[in-house]
């Protein structure tokens, strides 16, 4: 009989991709994934360490399986990504039920694991070349990874000192494993990496859009994330002329004060910022932008936050990730003077999402009456008779089901724009 692995993910699309490796790894040797943990003979936890709260839901999780080792007496416990990676050993003082601690540069070696306890962190200089076998939840789109780790040491975020410095992956082994995919049936793929602007291997960003834009079968090309400041005007140029990049950038703004961006290390301003903007929707009118804000960063007092209010309102982003700061062990943000108090940075943070839903709805009703082209990506959550796909710009478009399935493309008229979704009537 097939042993059972559990996974559980936390955290960014990097983790989930990882996650799909280890499970590609562990279908090599004989592993089949199960949605029980209590029925796992290997649990996996892919952890996130991005922000305090991430953290605190995993280490709440990894308590909670702790009484499944008395009735399950093989059952094996692994720690994987970047709490893995920022923790090693001392994960196992806080939780000697865990048997294996394995960082994000170190997916490969879970082929090594034996039976005693492992802790595999050490930096790993080859991962862009390591190619690792893949085991896909999705059948129409997919993920895969451009880029390794970041450089760019934004004072408020772990990244770099988790996953290490940027490496990019050959070109030729991206456009094999998109020329496989694509001989699967998968139509939309999305590159990853921390920072995708600043791949270089034997060719740029841009050039390796216009090399993957060539294959055949796939039918739209995503990217995330991108830095404001290596967007290039090079880079807008693509995505205006090549007709499967899709027309949606995620460009994480952070903050719309100056004062507070350089404090972050984000090495650009408002201004800059919006030059970028403008030229995105100048060159490409109907581009969806999204962004990640940070709320009560070290520092912001009250006329930083009604900047970033003002950019908001002026920017009109389609849709925004926000958070509160959240001080990370070995940054520099987490040892700045003027900390915010929590319940200053909870106002904040209302302030942003409510504005920021306005502004989403708004964008969304203008686009009642207009015809989209949307992926089906399959049911609805909330509803089974209806199917639910995205548009070029990204946006969640739900329809009724009538003969459609997974995977097909057909045009929309949009009837209804709600904060969070759209409905549409195919046309037929
Ligand atoms: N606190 C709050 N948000 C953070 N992010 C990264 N680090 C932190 C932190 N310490 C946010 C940034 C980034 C997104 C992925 O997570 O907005 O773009
Ligand atoms: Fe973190 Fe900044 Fe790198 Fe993004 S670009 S991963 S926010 S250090």
Redesign the pocket.
């Known amino acids: 009989m097939k042993k059972l692995v559990y996974i559980h993910t936390f955290g960014c699309q990097m983790n989930v991709h990882d996650s799909e490796k280890m499970l590609g790894i562990l279908e090599g040797k004989g592993y089949q994934e199960t949605d029980q943990p209590s029925k796992a003979d290997l649990i996996i936890f892919n952890t996130c360490s991005?922000r305090q709260k991430a953290e605190q839901k995993f280490y709440s999780e990894l308590g909670r399986i702790k009484s499944y080792k008395k009735r399950h007496k093989n059952l094996k416990i692994i720690v994987a990504g970047c709490i893995a990676q920022q923790e090693g050993k001392n994960i196992f003082k806080k939780a000697p039920h865990v048997d294996f601690i394995i960082g994000p540069q170190n997916i490969h070696n879970l082929e090594k694991i034996q039976d005693e306890k492992q802790v595999l962190i050490e930096e790993n200089a080859d991962i862009a070349i390591n190619d690792l076998p893949v085991k896909r939840n999705n059948n129409v789109s997919a993920w895969v990874t451009i880029m390794y780790g970041?450089?760019?040491?934004?004072s408020?975020?772990?990244?770099?000192y988790t996953?290490g410095r940027e490496r990019s992956r050959p070109s030729e082994n991206i456009y094999k494993e998109i020329t496989e995919l694509a001989a699967k049936g998968y139509k939309e793929i999305t590159l990853l990496g921390?920072?995708v602007n600043s791949y270089y291997s034997d060719i740029n960003f841009t050039q390796l859009l216009r090399k993957i834009n060539k294959i055949e079968g796939i039918v739209r090309i995503r990217f995330v994330?991108s830095?404001p400041k290596d967007l290039s005007e090079d880079l807008i140029y693509a995505i205006q002329e090549l007709d499967k990049v899709c027309e949606h950038i995620h460009l994480?703004l952070?903050s719309g004060s100056d004062e507070i961006l350089v404090r972050?290390?984000?090495r650009y301003s408002l201004k800059d910022y919006m030059k970028r903007v403008n030229m995105l929707r100048k060159k490409i009118p109907d581009i969806s932008i999204t962004s990640?804000i940070i709320a009560g960063f070290p520092g912001e007092n009250e006329s930083d936050h009604r900047a970033t209010l003002k950019a908001l309102k002026e920017i009109e982003f389609d849709g925004i990730f926000a958070f509160k700061f959240s001080p990370r062990p070995g940054t520099k943000a987490e040892k700045m003077d003027n900390q915010i108090d929590e319940n200053i940075k909870s106002e904040r943070l209302s302030e942003i999402l409510s504005l920021q839903d306005k502004i989403t709805e708004k964008k969304n009703k203008s686009l009642e009456g207009t015809i989209q082209e949307i992926l089906i990506e399959g049911y609805d959550e909330l509803n089974v008779n209806r199917l639910s796909g995205r548009t070029r710009t990204n946006k969640i478009v739900t329809i009724d089901a009538y003969n459609f399935k997974q995977g097909d493309i057909i045009n929309v008229f949009i009837s209804k724009g709600r904060k969070h979704s759209l409905e549409g009537n195919p046309l037929i």
Do not use: F, L, S
């Open positions: 991005i970041c450089n760019n040491y934004c408020y975020c772990v990244v770099p996953r921390q920072n994330t830095h994480p952070q972050m290390n984000r990640d």
